[in-house]
């Protein structure tokens, strides 16, 4: 998973599998979190529809943030967290709006605003976010970091031959 293409075609295939199985249980995580949010916003609050859902969106990008961070992607990059977290907040302000756009086109396009309605569309919205989600934090985001080639080998001192010593002469006594 930290080697952006090196590696037999099965390593590549098997490490792509690992990346996906983490996204998705980060990302599972997060689906509860935003569908909770935006239910119980809903049930508890005269809040519209679209309102709701951008609200359970932003909880659950936060709550997903600290999941790719800390696990999906943990051996990625570390370096330049100002930089990750301002294309993270990038990316998924796109994605907040790929979602909400479903929902909202659902709600207020097609007049579909029940509660079962509002929760298919959201999670259509979810689903169709995600895929661009996925792409973009792995390609701009959590970099994968350069193959190292392995242990550098330590260098070798040459050995110089060195000149032999002759011994001096004695001095001459008199």
Do not use: C
Not at 63 to 74: D, E, I, K, S, V
Not at 98 to 124: H, M, P, Q, R
């Amino acid at each position: 998973m930290s080697t952006p293409g090196n590696g037999s075609v099965l390593e590549r295939v098997r490490g792509l599998v690992r990346e996906v199985a983490k996204f998705g249980a980060v990302g599972g995580l997060g689906v509860l979190v935003n569908l909770g949010v935006f239910n119980l916003i809903r049930h508890t609050t005269d809040l519209q529809v679209v309102r709701a859902s951008v609200i359970a969106t932003v909880v659950a990008i936060a709550t997903n943030y600290l999941g790719f961070r800390y696990f999906a992607y943990r051996d990625r990059a570390k370096s330049g967290r100002t930089r990750e977290l301002a294309l993270f907040a990038a990316f998924s302000a796109i994605g907040l709006v790929i979602e909400n756009g479903v929902l909202y086109t659902a709600t207020y396009g097609f007049g579909w605003d029940g509660s079962v309605a509002s929760n298919v569309f959201k999670f259509i919205g979810i689903g169709t976010a995600t895929v661009f989600r996925f792409w973009s934090y792995r390609t701009w985001v959590f970099k994968a970091l350069p193959e190292t080639a392995g242990p550098e080998p330590e260098p070798v001192a040459a050995t110089v031959p060195r000149p032999e010593r002759r011994p001096e002469p004695a001095p001459a006594t008199n």
